[in-house]
C-alpha cells in the first residue's frame, strides 16, 4: 500500500525564520515518484517540485531546498527566510509507476506572520 | 498557455439535487484526473480519463457519481443525488503523457461544493 504522511499539520514561524516541512512516504514499488503542492489561501494547488526515486540529490530553487533520503522514506521541504508570501498549505504527494493517482499527505498549513 | 481551468468556482445545493462540475484540462493533454479533499483531510482520487476512456475510476465512491470525458476534451463530473457527505473541494488535473505515473499533474483551482 501507499501513504504519505505530513506530521505537522500547522506551523507558525515569523518572517526570516527557516522553517522545515516533513514527508514520510511508503511504498514497495521500486520506481516512484515524490511531489510538494503549495496551496495558497486562493485555493489553487500549485506545483512546486517532482523528484523520482532514483535521483536522491538534493535540490535548491531560491529559498526553497528539498532533501530526498531514500534511507528514512522522508522528503522534506526547507524554506529558507520565509516570507509572508509563503502562507499556504503545503501538501506531499507520491505516485508509482504502475498508478498514475497521486496519493497526498494531509497536507501542513504554514503561516508566516510579519 | 492557459492552465486547468474549472467551473463553477463555487456551487451551494441542497441535498437531493444534481450538480455537474466542468474541468477544462491544459491544452494537448491526454490525461485528467478528478481529486476530492473533503472537510479537511487529504486529497483523494476518484478517476483518472486517458483522452475519452477512464483508465482508472477506483476512487469513485458510488453510483451517484459519473464522469464523461466528451472527445477527449473537456470533463465534467455529475452528482446524482447530492448528499451531505459529497461536500468539499473537488480538484481536477491534467498530465501529458499517455503513461501519466511519469508526468507532472497541474491542477485546477476546484471546485468548492456545498451540499446543505
Known amino acids: 500500500a501507499q501513504k504519505v504522511t505530513q506530521a505537522q499539520t500547522e506551523i507558525s514561524v515569523v518572517e526570516k525564520e527557516d522553517v522545515t516541512l516533513d514527508c514520510v512516504y511508503e511504498t514497495r514499488d521500486t520506481t516512484y515518484y515524490l511531489f510538494w503542492y503549495k496551496q495558497p489561501p486562493s485555493g489553487e494547488l500549485v506545483f512546486l517540485i517532482r523528484?523520482?526515486?532514483?535521483?536522491?540529490q538534493n535540490e535548491i530553487s531560491g529559498r526553497y531546498s528539498w532533501n530526498f533520503q531514500k534511507s528514512t522514506s522522508s522528503f522534506n521541504f526547507t524554506i529558507t527566510a520565509s516570507q509572508v508570501v509563503d502562507s499556504a498549505v503545503y501538501f506531499c504527494?507520491?505516485?508509482?509507476?504502475?498508478?498514475?493517482?497521486?496519493?497526498f499527505g494531509t497536507g501542513t498549513r504554514l503561516q508566516v506572520f510579519p | 498557455e492557459a492552465g486547468v481551468t474549472q467551473f463553477p468556482s463555487h456551487s451551494v445545493i441542497e441535498k437531493g439535487q444534481t450538480v455537474t462540475l466542468r474541468c477544462d484540462p491544459i491544452?494537448?493533454?491526454?490525461?485528467l484526473y478528478w481529486y476530492r479533499r473533503v472537510m479537511g483531510k487529504e486529497i483523494k482520487f476518484l478517476l483518472h480519463?486517458?483522452?475519452?476512456?477512464?483508465?482508472?475510476e477506483s476512487g469513485m465512491p458510488n453510483n451517484r457519481f459519473l464522469a464523461e470525458r466528451t472527445g477527449g476534451t473537456y470533463s465534467t463530473l455529475k452528482v446524482q443525488p447530492a448528499e451531505l457527505e459529497d461536500s468539499g473541494v473537488y480538484f481536477c488535473a491534467s498530465s501529458q503523457e499517455e503513461k501519466g505515473g511519469a508526468d507532472t499533474q497541474y491542477f485546477g483551482p476546484g471546485t468548492r461544493l456545498t451540499v446543505l
Open positions: 504527494a507520491l505516485n508509482t509507476y504502475n498508478t498514475d493517482k497521486l496519493i
Open positions: 491544452s494537448g493533454h491526454d490525461n
Open positions: 523528484r523520482n526515486s532514483f535521483d536522491e
Open positions: 480519463f486517458v483522452k475519452e476512456s477512464k483508465q482508472d
